[in-house]
């Protein structure tokens, strides 16, 4: 959680005022919504675990809470456009200003009478309003926005497999599954979407049933039935379905395989709060792995999840000193993931990194169609990028 700086506010009768720690007012660094926020500031997820990934966000609702800042709740006062720029990655602190002027933001704020939960939304337009603990904010996505994220062009779509029930897609890397802060158009759920259409020429609800990382390449299952969806989902979640991923890790594991089991819990000290690592009190992941090809400074693996959690293979890998190619965040130095956020990856930074994204991909899925009860396999070839920056390094 990030840090406070408390200063007393002599105009406003000794009141305290909170202000992110080491963000200066009026240059609040922006950052991704599923990514990181830069040192000192720590990310929120905004999007309820149950929302259909499928349709464009409409509004964006926020809980002003003094344990996110570290303040006592009766000390917890700060601004609008700073409590926003915290929180909304795609926007800088003057653009989210004028949002807040274009009145596409709400504020619902407890009183005496009316508790947080029952207090009426209503319109705000100045971005210097100040907040306390229990206030709710809600943004609304501009109608430009929304419309950038539900169309597109179907663009190159590269199906695996397909049958009445679901689809998958090999899908590229630096492309995200489904809109979301700075990637709102171009995405993999748009190009199906754009691709999937009724004869009336109306959408066909096709959902996602898991994601991948924006960098991760390789198979993305979608369920082309509503009604069929949560039972694919509930594959997923019973850990009923195989997942294996190609991965180039540096270095040269001691062994040729092996079953990597450490817990893995959220990553408290780091600026990224999205960054897991491993911990006694974490959750149980298990990752076996398979040594496919040695070369003098890296090895290709094969790793197959027995648990699904974030970032597993990643964690994993850096835990027993094999983190992936191009790895960001789990790499040496986490600064790097959080450079690239602001965009300010210097060349030093590419360099260190050699494959510009981190070297993962989603190889082989093994589920049961929900209807027909048919075990099917999908495999995806490694991907171009990796094939060649792999081909490119000498034998070990």
């Not at 720590?42 to 499928?54: E, G, H, I, N």
């Not at 492309?175 to 190009?191: D, E, K, N």
């Not at 589920?367 to 995806?380: A, C, D, G, L, N």
Request: proline content about 6%; some cysteine; overall charge neutral.
């Amino acid at each position: 959680m990030p840090s406070l700086r408390r200063a007393k506010r002599g105009n406003r009768g000794g009141v305290i005022s909170c202000q992110l720690a080491g963000v200066e007012a009026g240059s609040v660094p922006e950052r991704t919504l599923h990514g990181a926020a830069p040192s000192g500031v720590r990310a929120v997820s905004l999007f309820p675990k149950d929302r259909d990934l499928s349709k464009p966000l409409e509004h964006v609702e926020l809980v002003v809470r003094a344990s996110d800042f570290r303040c006592a709740v009766e000390e917890l006062e700060l601004r609008l456009d700073a409590f926003l720029a915290h929180h909304l990655d795609w926007r800088s602190r003057s653009s989210i200003q004028q949002l807040i002027r274009d009145e596409h933001v709400l504020v619902s704020a407890p009183g005496p009478e009316q508790p947080s939960v029952d207090a009426p939304f209503s319109i705000e337009r100045r971005p210097g309003r100040y907040l306390r603990h229990g206030a709710r904010v809600r943004v609304v996505i501009p109608e430009a926005a929304r419309l950038a994220a539900t169309t597109s062009e179907p663009g190159d779509l590269a199906i695996l497999y397909e049958d009445d029930e679901v689809l998958a897609v090999d899908k590229p890397p630096m492309m995200a599954v489904h809109p979301s802060g700075r990637y709102l158009t171009g995405t993999l759920i748009q190009r199906v979407h754009a691709r999937y259409r009724t004869r009336e020429g109306e959408r066909v609800p096709i959902r996602l049933c898991h994601r991948l990382d924006r960098e991760t390449s390789g198979i993305v299952l979608l369920a082309k039935d509503p009604q069929l969806h949560p039972l694919v989902m509930a594959q997923f979640e019973g850990r009923e379905v195989e997942k294996e991923y190609l991965a180039i890790v540096r270095g040269q594991p001691a062994r040729d395989e092996g079953m990597i089991d450490l817990p893995l819990g959220s990553a408290r000290a780091s600026a990224v709060m999205i960054k897991m690592t491993v911990r006694e009190d974490g959750m149980e992941s298990q990752t076996g792995y398979r040594v496919l090809e040695r070369r003098r400074e890296c090895a290709l693996v094969l790793c197959r999840l027995h648990t699904g959690r974030q970032h597993q293979i990643r964690v994993h890998m850096a835990a027993i000193g094999h983190p992936l190619v191009g790895d960001k965040l789990y790499g040496d130095d986490e600064s790097v993931f959080l450079r690239e956020l602001k965009g300010e990856l210097t060349d030093a930074d590419r360099a260190s990194l050699d494959l510009q994204r981190h070297a993962l991909h989603a190889h082989r899925l093994v589920f049961t169609t929900p209807r027909t009860k048919q075990r099917i396999e999908v495999v995806s070839p490694l991907a171009d990028d990796m094939r060649e920056w792999l081909e490119q390094r000498s034998p070990a």
